[in-house]
């Protein structure tokens, strides 16, 4: 069964930095939760007419069945410093291909 997607809180905490809460039903793990988070965290990026972003964290949980993911981004216009950078609009796509909704 595939997850069903539960929505996703925005929150822009300062400047470039947004942190993202998504929740599913029925994910198989951590990583997969996470990957909503990401999917969430490019779409916001384009929409605010940037184009990289970079992973700072991702706190993950599971409780009563639920999949919680807790992620912060920053969001950049030009492909930030950093080894966890991000290209917004090839993480739409792939997501888009994958069935993942994004925002």
Known sequence: MA???QGIETRLMDGDLVNFRVKTAVAQSAAEV???AE????QYTLIRGYGFL???R???AEKGGLWSAD???T???ALPRGSK???AEVVVADCGASGIPTV
């Open 75 to 77: 969001i950049s216009p």
């Open 54 to 56: 970079r992973h700072v």
């Open 3 to 5: 997850p069903a997607y």
């Open 58 to 60: 991702t706190n993950a």
């Open 39 to 42: 999917c969430a965290a490019a």
């Open 34 to 36: 996470s990957k909503y």
């Open 85 to 87: 950078t991000i290209d």
């Open 71 to 73: 992620a912060v981004y």
